[in-house]
């Protein structure tokens, strides 16, 4: 079947509206027709190339080219076509993406760290995570990735069934897209990742879709102060709404502050939130963080940035640690549905997360908007 999809071919190019054409479902696949896609950073990764392989790295490393590659992972959508031996969803079933698959099987599944899902190994290279062929293809025959192999900003595509998590069917389908990156992302940095208590103080440093979850995370955790940094005032705005009780616009703004706030004790938690977490970040990150704190880094930075300026004297004699996190450390087939209840009881917040909604052809406007700092979340409807 034919239908239409943003691809990017080559970094620093826009994305192409194009034609693409999706074969039907193998063992263990299904159609999905997206709905609705989230524009998170990590997309924007793959045009930068801080996400996107060199070609020919890629070669040396053995692994396929990774673009051309239809892009989204962040979506909701409803299921069109179900494969041989599927049996989590049915035709018609609402669901959400899950840009980590979860087998339910591999060991990290199996300990309930599905975040780690061995089937998310060649999530950004290669075919489908069922059997390595390919699904999707240009009008001139060549096959095309999947980004995180979700594809959501096309208008349908051919996902394993480990990517995809069925949601009630009455949930407004932007609030699902919403949740499945970008805020179990930024809630999970929070809550599971950081561990925040009631009475901490929590830093988070930069306020996008994912910082301003780990905002509403903390808030709801119980933290005393939740202080949001974001260079752009209207994020600012937008975190004191949603939970924050102080903004800067700078780490070196909050510094001073946060030394005030807690008398020198600094904050117990640091979330590193920022579009793009050059290294040279993590020595005021870190710096921000008291005696046994915390400080998680949920933002991506360049892939090939091996240098990050943090203070080891400090981090081991104030028992400082450093944590990494996808996906906010939780499971996604848990965590997608206890996010959504959540919102259906009025505790979490998604539909003031949307700032503006664009149709597929305009998709280069939304992500123009994110350089410019004027979304909190830009989605696209699909038509
Ligand atoms: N770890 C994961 O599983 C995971 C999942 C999704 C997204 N991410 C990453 O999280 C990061 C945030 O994504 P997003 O969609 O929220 O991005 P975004 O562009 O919507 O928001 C980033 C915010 O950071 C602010 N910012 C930039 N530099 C800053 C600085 N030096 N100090 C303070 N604020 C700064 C920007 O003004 C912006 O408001 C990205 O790197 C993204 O790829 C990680
Ligand atoms: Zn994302
Ligand atoms: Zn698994």
Redesign the pocket.
């Known amino acids: 079947m034919q239908t239409r999809a943003a691809v990017l071919h080559g970094v620093g190019q826009d994305w192409s509206v194009e034609t693409i054409t999706v074969d039907p479902p193998k063992v263990g696949e299904v159609l999905v027709q997206w709905k609705v896609a989230g524009l ?3 997309d ?2 793959l045009v930068t190339g801080d996400l996107s392989i060199p070609d020919q790295i890629a070669a040396q490393m053995g692994i396929p080219p990774m673009l051309p590659m239809v892009g989204g992972h962040e979506g909701a959508g409803v299921v069109a076509e179900v494969g041989p031996g599927v049996t989590s969803v049915q035709l018609g079933d609402h669901v959400s993406a899950s840009f980590v698959p979860s087998c339910g099987r591999c060991r990290y599944c199996s300990t309930g760290r599905q975040n780690l899902c061995d089937a998310g190994a060649g999530t950004l290279t290669g075919g489908m995570i069922t059997d390595g062929t390919h699904r999707h293809f240009l009008g001139t025959g060549d096959p095309a990735k999947l980004m995180a192999k979700v594809g959501s900003f096309s208008e349908i595509t051919c996902v394993a069934e480990a990517s995809v998590i069925k949601v009630d069917a009455d949930l407004p389908l932007e609030c699902v897209a919403l949740v499945s ?2 805020v179990a ?2 809630f999970g940095s929070a809550t599971t990742r950081a561990d925040t208590r009631p009475g901490d103080t929590v830093v988070v ?7 301003i979850n780990a905002v509403q995370g903390a808030r709801l955790a119980g933290a005393k102060r939740v202080i949001a ?4 005032e209207f ?1 600012r705005e937008k975190a004191m709404e949603l939970g924050a009780t102080h903004t800067f616009e ?2 070196e703004a909050a510094m001073p502050a946060v030394t005030e706030l807690t008398m020198g004790q600094m904050a117990d938690k640091v979330i590193m ?5 050059h290294g040279e ?1 993590m020595a005021l990150g870190t710096q921000l963080a008291g005696k046994g704190g915390t400080i998680v880094v ?3 930075a360049p892939m090939m940035q091996t240098q990050a300026a943090v203070n080891l004297f400090e981090l081991a004699m104030w028992n400082k640690e450093i944590k990494g ?4 450390s939780l499971n996604p087939r848990h965590d997608i549905p206890r996010l959504l209840s959540m919102y259906r009881e009025g505790d979490l917040k998604l539909d003031e997360l949307i700032t503006r909604r664009y149709s597929l052809d305009q998709i280069n406007d939304g992500y123009q908007a ?1 350089r410019d ?1 004027t ?3 830009g989605v696209v409807v699909h038509g």
């Open positions: 998170c950073h990590s924007e990764h990156c970008g992302t930024g440093v930069g306020v996008g879709g994912i910082g940094v974001d260079p752009v994020k700078s780490m939130t920022p579009g793009v977490l970040l949920t933002a991506l996190t996808i996906f906010g994110m700092g979304n909190l979340r």
